[in-house]
């Protein structure tokens, strides 16, 4: 008899080891069921950081303080629209911006070298990308000096014009007078100091920038735009996921106070 009570508690025992280790081994694989990564984290290229392209020559969206140091509407305004995403994701991200030349963004974009592009981009088809909900109305506009005898695009014809290479002011502008007569100095700041000493006649750029360089060099702005388009934030093609979440931080911002504070503040509004 004592034998076989030995014999029962010892079952017994074995029985409610077993359970436990069962019990414990079951928690473990639902924690680790629970544990799901945040679906954004595969879309970037470094988790924890969206990397941004920008061309710093369009202020005042983009360009460098006299410190060097980036600044302008879309700056605070991608800053604003990640703040946002991480609200609305739960996520942490930080922000880094890599400078390159604007030609060189949506390229960079589908290489994979950075993760969104945030540079005056406007809508055109020939831009292999996703474009975010807009964010700011732009106009493309004809800035010359008060000598040219410009005063219509019309006049534009035969006379030495810039605009930045792959913009949809240069697409404009070569349908005024042919494309191989668009020239392409070099960025912007370049292109409005040959405008200010004489070597170029008009330059076409964004509306907001026009105005910018048209009250610093006592340069004028043709009253007609040549184009009217909207700015957005591009994403890589096929990137949804991200897309996604940058369009529902975008439409949150603009529908903020701090957007109309951050439109006073760059003279936007």
């Known amino acids: 008899m004592k034998k076989i009570i030995t014999l029962l508690l010892a079952v017994l025992m074995c029985m409610s080891l077993a359970a436990c280790g069962s019990k ?12 799901v990564a945040n679906p954004l984290d ?22 460098l303080s006299a410190a060097g140091e980036l600044e302008g509407f879309d700056i605070d305004m991608v800053n ?7 609200e609305q994701n739960g996520t942490n991200y930080t922000v880094t911006f890599k400078q390159m030349d604007f030609s060189t963004i949506i390229s960079a974009l589908q290489a994979s070298q950075i993760d969104v592009g945030v540079s005056g981009f406007t809508y055109s088809p020939d831009r292999d990308c996703i474009f975010s909900t807009p964010y700011i109305g732009s106009n493309q506009v004809v800035v010359t000096r008060v000598d040219t005898g410009i005063t219509t695009s019309e006049d534009l ?51 907001a920038v026009g ?7 006592n340069l004028v ?15 890589k093609t096929g990137n ?30």
């Open 24 to 35: 414990e081994s079951n928690n473990t694989n639902s924690n680790d069921n629970n544990t």
């Open 42 to 63: 595969a879309a970037l290229i470094s988790e924890g950081t969206i990397i941004i392209g920008t061309s710093p020559d369009y202020p005042p969206f983009e360009t």
């Open 80 to 86: 604003a629209v990640v703040s946002l995403l991480n």
């Open 157 to 207: 014809v035969g006379k030495k014009v810039a605009a930045g290479t792959g913009t949809t002011g240069a697409e404009a502008l070569a349908e005024i007078i042919g494309e191989g007569n668009v020239q392409h100095p070099g960025d912007y700041t370049v292109m409005f100091q040959a405008l200010a000493a004489g070597q170029l006649d008009a330059v076409v750029c964004d509306e």
């Open 211 to 217: 105005v910018n360089y048209v009250n610093e060099m």
């Open 221 to 235: 702005m043709l009253a007609e735009p040549l184009v009217d388009e909207q700015m957005s934030i591009v994403i």
């Open 240 to 269: 949804d996921t991200l897309a996604a979440a940058v369009n529902a931080a975008v439409e949150a911002f603009v529908a903020s106070e701090d957007y109309n504070t951050l439109l006073a503040k760059w003279e936007l509004n």
